[in-house]
Nanobody
């Protein structure tokens, strides 16, 4: 059974950067997508970024474009979300997800979720 474990959350000052690793164990499908979603306080969960194990083509949601990047280390079965130029509105619980994701931005395509990691950006 696939399990995902996120780490790297914490308190960051505005303008700073943070890297969130997501370690996958149990074996995901070779064409599965790995994604990051986030849920700001009092708001719905939203798509941040995704990438498939079979390709190096990243997809970015509006919150991430130009500031965040997603990358895979296949040898470590780990996906990284590198966040830069952080703003207070990036404060959220960040979730890693895995699944076949026919529509890569749709959370319904992800059947395995991590427990989430809190990122708080102070102004």
């Amino acid at each position: 059974q696939v399990q995902l474990v996120e780490s790297g959350g914490g308190l960051v000052q505005a303008g700073g950067s943070r890297r969130l690793p997501c370690a996958a164990s149990g074996g995901t499908g070779s064409d599965d997508a790995m994604a990051w979603f986030r849920q700001p306080p009092g708001k719905e969960r939203e798509f941040v970024a995704a990438i498939r194990w079979s390709s190096n083509s990243p997809y970015y949601g509006a919150p991430a474009r130009g500031r965040f990047s997603i990358a895979i280390d296949s040898a470590k079965s780990t996906v990284y979300l590198q966040m830069g130029s952080l703003k207070p509105e990036d404060t959220a619980v960040y979730y890693c997800a895995a699944g076949s994701a026919d529509v890569i931005v749709d959370m319904r395509g992800y059947n395995v979720w991590g427990q989430g990691t809190q990122v708080t950006v102070s102004s």
